[in-house]
């Protein structure tokens, strides 16, 4: 009969192992979040300092973010 009554212990366990689990979640992506707004807010300024900051008619820069490494450190690699 100690099985009958383990099993809503068990149960019970999951249930909150479970809850937790989602919490922890729920708070991880509304961190994700923040931080998508942090970059969002981020990528305006710097395009509105852009367009602040650079002459009309004159070179604007061209910023690639794919590129995370300098010409020097690609020849030395080859």
């Not at 729920?26 to 707004?37: F, G, K, P, T, V």
Request: with cysteine; net charge positive.
């Amino acid at each position: 009969m100690t099985s009958s009554s383990t099993l809503p212990a068990l149960a019970a366990s999951e249930s909150f192992r479970r809850l937790c689990t989602d919490s922890l979640r729920q708070q991880a992506l509304e961190r994700l979040y923040r931080r998508r707004d942090t970059v969002n807010d981020l990528i305006g300024c710097l395009e509105e300092y852009e367009r602040v900051s650079t002459p009309r008619g004159g070179n604007v820069l061209s910023i690639n973010a794919g590129r995370k490494c300098s010409s020097d450190s690609v020849q030395s690699q080859t």
